[in-house]
């Protein structure tokens, strides 16, 4: 499972791939470091810094700096899940998501649960 701070949820490698396919297109010249791992047992975590060039209708070509936390558990020696957080709500502003639409976004991301 793979859980994404801004789109939630991906079950499966079909749609962990699909996801990851989006994102690419959204943005590009990723540049992700991570930083502060610590590890334990089957369980990681770390702290991050992601960097990227948006490729969205409102801000193509703007450059995106977030940071963000990582959780993953490990079993049977691969990556069962993977969570992370950042501020999600930072990165629609800083992408220059009209106001309405983040409105949109976010309602129909908790009224579905």
């Excluded at 499972?1 to 749609?15: H, N, P, R």
């Excluded at 590890?39 to 992601?50: D, P, Q, Y």
């Excluded at 409102?58 to 940071?67: D, L, S």
Aim: hydrophobic content about 35%; glycine content about 6%; overall charge positive.
């Amino acid at each position: 499972m793979y859980v994404d701070s801004l789109y939630g949820e991906y079950k499966g490698k079909e749609a962990i791939k699909k996801f990851h396919m989006r994102c690419h297109q959204e943005a590009k010249e990723y540049i992700f470091i991570p930083k502060n791992i610590i590890s334990e047992g089957n369980k990681i975590a770390f702290e991050w810094e992601l960097e990227f060039t948006l490729n969205t209708p409102f801000a193509i070509g703007k450059r995106i700096k977030v940071n963000g936390a990582s959780f993953i558990r490990i079993e049977d020696k691969k990556i069962n899940t993977y969570r992370e957080y950042s501020d999600s709500i930072a990165i629609l502003l800083k992408g220059d998501v009209p106001d309405n639409k983040i409105i949109r976004f976010y309602r129909k991301k908790y009224q579905e649960k």
